[in-house]
């Protein structure tokens, strides 16, 4: 797989190439690594490309979880703990998840446990590979990095992407960097309030 095309938010690239350029030389390396062809493994059962092989979401997951997890990039969960008081999760949101509890507990409320997990972490940065539905991607910008940001867990958020020429050869319904880019871009330059890094790839 190659990278054809980034995009910086709140300055994520810089903060990678200034602070991390190991683990930027990693992730580069896992994409390059990919054989792209290996991962044409998925006879399309839909109507309008029927009998095509397409590229296999399963099959590309499959192998940059393996490249990941050899250069010690690991699963990772941010926990907190949420309750119906929208003034109250504003008071407790940037603590920690033991004072979370003990502060919605303190106020006569139930605190509900919550997690967000992140597949590959390490060393502060994150990185999510998505070859899933649309609405996956704004979960992953808006809630994933933006927990692990706000729980100090992480200091930047990578998220990649299929170019439309790679989803065009995909199943129906799979996000792709330059409308993901569209939607990040129309939030606004300060949303979501994590550093980003978007990359978009193909064969």
């Not at 929208?86 to 008071?91: D, T």
């Not at 871009?185 to 309030?193: D, L, M």
Request: glycine residues 6%; proline residues 3%.
């Amino acid at each position: 797989m190659r990278i054809v095309e980034q995009y910086s938010h709140l300055n994520g690239l810089e903060y990678l190439l200034v602070h991390k350029p190991e683990l930027w030389t990693q992730i580069r390396s896992v994409i390059t690594d990919i054989d792209a062809a290996a991962c044409r493994t998925k006879t399309s059962k839909e109507v309008r490309t029927k009998g095509k092989l397409l590229y296999s979401p399963i099959e590309m997951n499959r192998n940059f979880n393996t490249l990941f997890k050899s250069l010690s990039w690991s699963e990772q969960r941010t926990a907190y703990w949420v309750t119906s008081d929208a003034q109250l999760i504003r008071k407790t949101m940037q603590l920690s998840a033991d004072q979370q509890k003990a502060e919605i507990e303190a106020a006569g409320l139930r605190p509900i446990y919550s997690y967000n997990q992140t597949d590959f972490v390490k060393e502060r940065v994150a990185v999510e590979v998505q070859f899933g539905k649309y609405s996956f991607v704004a979960y992953d910008l808006f809630v994933k990095h933006m927990a692990f940001y706000v729980g100090d867990v992480i200091d930047v958020g990578v998220e990649i992407l299929p170019m439309k020429e790679l989803q065009e050869q995909m199943s129906s319904g799979v996000a792709y960097y330059e409308g993901e880019l569209y939607n990040l871009i129309r939030e606004g330059r300060g949303v979501p309030a994590v550093p980003l890094v978007l990359l978009g790839i193909a064969p």
